[in-house]
């Protein structure tokens, strides 16, 4: 199993151009994540999706939209980049919270974006 | 979620224990104690997670309190690849999941 991968691994952008981070998984998950990271700092949560077809708001979600069409892929995009989007973006899976364990989360490896 | 805090920093002599203090006096019953680290401009990996009782897996110890209100995670036998941000996270099963990061402890270990 591959586990969660991301593409690309590195982009850079000029401001207003726009451009989708594909995250994958193959470990049949219902919830799937996008944080990022800047330099320093903890990861903050953008969106995240607790199923296929659904899509929810997390901590800071304005200047970027998701999509989860199928089970095992969730997108980020940026419609119109901006310099303050300059991070580094992670995905990560889960199973669901059923159960009276919350369950554990799995990381890709990142995709650094550099808006310029 | 219940709020942790941790230190900043904090050093390790290759080979000796590393002992990683969280706090999390603020944690409710059906909170866990999460453990995850990030080894530089890498993607979080998940270390050990617990409730109540002390919990041992093959890559750490976590000892949390009578009162649950802090924690410990323990390397036994710290590498030089053991060194990373180790973050300590409280959340409880019906939160959808989320994992709240704050800024974690740098531990560097040294030769």
């Known amino acids: 199993n591959a586990g969660v991968t991301q593409t690309p691994k590195f982009r850079v952008l000029k401001t207003g151009q726009s451009m989708t981070l594909l995250c994958a998984q193959d470990?049949?998950?219902?919830?799937m994540y996008w944080y990022r990271q800047d330099p320093g700092m903890g990861l903050r949560l953008i969106h995240y999706?607790?199923?296929?077809?659904?899509?929810a708001k997390g901590e800071v979600p304005d200047g970027y939209n998701v999509s989860r069409l199928k089970k095992q892929n969730f997108l980020l995009g940026l419609e119109s980049a901006a310099p303050s989007q300059t991070s580094v973006y992670f995905c990560?899976?889960?199973?669901?919270?059923?159960?009276?364990?919350?369950?554990?989360?799995?990381f890709g490896p990142g995709t650094r974006l550099l808006v310029l | 979620d219940a709020k942790t805090t941790q230190p900043t920093s904090m050093d390790c002599a290759e080979g000796r224990a590393a002992n990683l203090p969280c706090n999390h006096s603020t944690i409710s019953g059906n909170e866990y104690v999460y453990w995850y680290r990030q080894i530089h401009s890498q993607g979080p990996q998940y270390i050990i997670h617990?409730?109540?009782n002390n919990e041992t897996n093959e890559m750490a110890s976590l000892i949390i309190t009578e009162d649950r209100k802090s924690s410990t995670l323990i390397l036994p036998h710290a590498t030089l690849r053991d060194t990373a941000v180790y973050y300590c996270?409280?959340?409880?099963?019906?939160?959808?999941?989320?994992?709240?990061f704050g800024q974690g402890t740098t531990l560097q270990v040294k030769p």
């Open positions: 990560a899976s889960s199973w669901t919270s059923g159960g009276p364990s919350p369950k554990t989360q799995y």
């Open positions: 470990m049949n998950h219902e919830y």
């Open positions: 999706s607790v199923g296929e077809g659904t899509t």
């Open positions: 996270i409280v959340r409880s099963a019906s939160n959808t999941g989320k994992l709240i």
């Open positions: 617990g409730l109540k």
